[in-house]
């Protein structure tokens, strides 16, 4: 899969998001506003191309003003502690993101997939980064574009969200639920069936183990790749699914795999 292609894509769209939705508050990022997720993608992406440029193997520092080259006027920009950012959003602002969101590109076509970074999973990769990153502009494109227009974003690209499900249980669930000190798992054995192409995922949480698993589950949700991808990340209601098997699992999931 061509991961920069697709980050590249939802960058260019987010920022278009960013626009249209102004002043809006983010309905799915609960206290945040359109020019509070702006400058945390933004700010995200300074930080990986300056690790990536100077190849850092080990924990970067939080990123400093350098480092966020951010102009020497930001009249509305966010202030730390002070969210949701109300009043316009600063056209400075969507120019600051779409040049970092540019130059994190040219980093990632630069570098390579297969060189060494410092990041916070078992892959020290700049392949890492491009999924992660391709993964994350689309949630938050998806979230920019819901506050533009309630309930009327756009879905995420089939391919795109099949990898990001699979992504989920191998990289995001172990983190989420270790940062969160989540309970052990008990068992619960939960499917995820694409309709809108092929791929079925089955998870199973035993103690802190979160395993990829083949069989029967306690409850199977059956959906567009999108819609399941965007469930994981607490974006759509199951609602929008279709299950069948313990529903009371549902909530349950979010207990195993707690929110950032």
């Known amino acids: 899969m061509d991961h920069l292609a697709h980050f590249r894509k939802e960058t260019t769209a987010f920022a278009a998001a960013a626009r249209s939705a102004g002043a809006a508050l983010v309905r799915t990022c609960p206290g945040w506003a359109v020019a509070d997720l702006v400058r945390h993608l933004g700010g995200v992406h300074r930080h990986v191309a300056h690790l990536i440029a100077n190849r850092l193997t080990e924990p970067p520092a939080s990123p400093g003003p ?3 080259a951010l102009p020497a006027d930001t009249t509305g920009w966010p202030r730390p502690g002070h969210t949701p950012t109300t009043g316009p959003l600063p056209d400075s602002m969507v120019t600051w993101f779409a040049e970092g969101a540019a130059a994190l590109a040219e980093e990632f076509a630069s570098a390579g997939p297969g060189t060494r970074v410092w990041t916070w999973s078992q892959d020290q990769s700049v392949g890492f980064w491009i999924r992660m990153q391709a993964i994350e502009a689309a949630v938050h494109r998806w979230d920019a574009e819901d506050a533009a227009a309630p309930a009327a974003a756009r879905p995420v690209d089939g391919s795109l969200a099949a990898d990001a499900i699979g992504q989920t ?6 983190l989420r639920r270790a940062m969160a000190q989540a309970p052990p798992g008990t068992g619960e054995t939960y499917a995820f069936r694409r309709g809108d192409g092929p791929g079925t995922w089955t998870v199973r949480f035993d103690g802190d183990d979160v395993r990829l698993t083949e069989g029967p589950a306690d409850v199977e949700l059956t959906g567009t790749a999108s819609d399941l ?7 759509v209601s199951a609602d929008r699914l279709a ?5 009371a699992l549902l909530e349950r999931y979010f207990t195993l795999v707690p929110p950032l």
């Open 66 to 68: 350098a480092v966020l």
């Open 169 to 174: 249980f191998e990289v995001m669930a172990p």
């Open 229 to 235: 991808m965007l469930w994981l990340w607490q974006r």
């Open 243 to 247: 299950v069948r098997g313990d529903r």
